[in-house]
């Protein structure tokens, strides 16, 4: 999946732009999976090993506000929770398509 794929287009002054992608909130389930991060964690290393597709990463950032949004390392010791992927990437698309 693509994740621009189902956000619409729009026309500013003769230029075409993706409009701003929506991420909805994933509430908490008992599938999630929680963990410690540690030292050299990044998001798209974390999305390998969970979702086996690194492309995922925005996944686990935007479940996690308490990470920091400007780099792709994680800081140590933050507990993080990793939701089901399709479980985000349904409510991503239903959040996103026909706006």
């Known amino acids: 999946m693509k994740r621009y794929s189902t956000i619409p287009y ?6 075409t732009v993706t409009s701003t992608a929506v991420y909805p909130e994933v509430a908490p389930s008992e599938e999630d999976y929680y963990i410690i991060s540690s030292m050299g964690d990044r998001f798209d290393i974390l999305a390998k090993q969970f979702y086996n597709n690194q492309d995922y990463w925005w ?36 959040a996103n398509i026909n706006r």
């Open 10 to 15: 729009r026309k500013v002054e003769d230029i």
């Open 59 to 94: 996944v686990i950032a935007s479940v996690n506000p308490n990470v920091r949004r400007d780099t792709m390392y994680i800081t140590p010791g933050l507990q993080l929770r990793i939701p089901p992927l399709r479980k985000a990437i349904q409510l991503y698309e239903s």
